[in-house]
């Protein structure tokens, strides 16, 4: 299901910007369904079609891979992990504390048709990236024509 | 402190000088903590590589910049999104004497930690109190 395709060569960030204002309309995808958690929630997450399945990134930067969980169950797929602040035990103080820490958990509905069992999940630079393939009985076939 | 909900918070674009690199800039959510001989800074810039990070500081200013990778999009068409993805640049003024020569920068999954020495005029000395 394309919706959109990212095309300009000039400046591929940007073309991936107005994605966010173009998608709104696209909020209430019914292939997409988030369950209990929404956006505004931590982490945020993108999901994409990359063709073969769907592609769900979420920034979590700062992480321990142990302390970073991926489960799937049906058509859920859910995110939890605790998020820890760095020591920072004999500081005098401190000028910003901006940046979210404790603990999290987000699920995600997918869409039908998804093979949960063959799902992979990488963490790295920050991001996780959980990639879903189709089901093979959601893969379209060539079905051979024969002389009669 | 009771620990808050965790919550995503939008990112914020980065206003004012326009850049010649294209792409939007987005800045860095950070944490800066005081401590008697240094300062330190951790800036959380998911999605950018060790090698993809850059830390000045010239004339008091310091000055961080993540570049993320496009490549990873190229083949994806979205279904739905909640973040933006670009670049990290955000700048600082120092109020204190920093000891250039040994700054520390350490990036890992994503989190920029900087350790900025205090010089020789800005650590904080305890001074002895003598009974009188």
Not at chain 1, 5 to 12: G, H, I, Q, V
Not at chain 1, 17 to 44: C, H, K, W, Y
Not at chain 1, 89 to 113: I, K, M, N, T
Not at chain 2, 100 to 118: C, F, R, S, Y
């Amino acid at each position: 299901m394309a919706l959109l395709r990212f095309s300009s060569d000039l400046d591929p960030v940007s073309n991936l910007l107005t994605l966010q204002s173009e998608l709104e309309r696209f909020l209430r995808n019914p292939a997409i369904r988030l369950g209990v958690s929404g956006p505004g929630d931590f982490p945020p997450v993108n999901i994409f079609d990359d063709g073969d399945g769907v592609v769900v990134m979420a920034e979590i930067p700062g992480m321990d891979v142990a302390s970073l969980n991926v489960s799937g169950q049906s058509h859920t797929l859910t995110i939890t992990g605790y998020r820890k602040r760095e020591t920072v035990g004999d500081a005098a103080g401190y000028h910003r504390r901006e940046r979210p820490f404790g603990e999290f958990s987000r699920s995600v509905q997918l869409p039908d048709e998804l093979d949960l069992d063959k799902a992979a999940a990488r963490y790295e630079a920050g991001m996780l990236t959980i990639r879903v393939p189709k089901a093979e009985s959601a893969k379209p076939r060539q079905i051979a024509v024969n002389p009669a | 402190m009771a620990e808050q909900e965790i919550t995503a918070k939008e990112k914020q674009q980065v206003a004012g000088q326009e850049k010649t690199r294209a792409g939007r800039f987005f800045l860095p959510g950070v944490d800066i903590y005081e401590f008697d001989d240094s300062i330190k800074l951790w800036a959380d810039m998911p999605g950018v590589k060790e090698s993809d990070v850059e830390v000045r500081l010239k004339e008091g200013v310091l000055t961080i910049t993540g570049t993320v990778s496009t490549e990873t999009y190229e083949k994806l068409s979205p279904l739905y999104t909640e973040y933006n993805v670009g670049n990290y640049f955000r700048q600082f003024e120092l109020n204190e004497d920093i000891d250039d020569q040994h700054i520390g920068a350490v990036m890992k999954n994503g989190v920029l930690e900087l350790t900025l020495p205090k010089g020789e005029r800005a650590r904080s000395r305890r001074i002895e109190i003598q009974a009188g």
